[in-house]
């Protein structure tokens, strides 16, 4: 199966940038939609920004609209998730998916494979 693992994550400043990566393995990142979602700690899993098979459609939480980017590189098998701007709010660990059934929507239900997740941590 679709097997994703993730890197990337750490410390950063407020105001300062990360870049996320998700290495696909076994199949084409390019048959999936794919997604990034976090999860800070006492709060639910939601949606950061996910993208279709065919890069048609994407979708980004409204407090990442301007400073989270998704991106693919299907040559490299790779999703990637650049954060700029990044507030303390943003805390939290990151986990990147993938879906054979959503096109562009960050819905949990839909996204069949997860990586481990990686944490940020936004701190002065």
């Known amino acids: 199966q679709l097997q994703l693992v993730e890197s990337g994550g750490g410390l950063a400043q407020p105001g300062g940038s990360l870049r996320l990566s998700c290495a696909a393995s076994r199949f084409p990142l390019d048959d999936y939609a794919i997604g990034w979602f976090r999860q800070a700690p006492g709060k639910e899993r939601e949606g950061v920004a996910c993208m279709s098979e065919s890069v048609r459609d994407t979708n980004y939480g409204d407090s990442m609209k301007g400073r989270f980017t998704i991106s693919r590189d299907n040559a490299k098998n790779t999703v990637y998730l650049q954060m700029n701007s990044l507030k303390p709010e943003d805390t939290a660990v990151y986990y990147c998916?993938?879906?054979?059934?959503?096109?562009?929507?960050?819905?949990?239900?839909?996204?069949?494979?997860w990586g481990q997740g990686t944490q940020v941590t936004v701190s002065s």
């Open positions: 998916a993938a879906s054979v059934t959503v096109q562009g929507m960050c819905v949990i239900g839909e996204y069949d494979y």
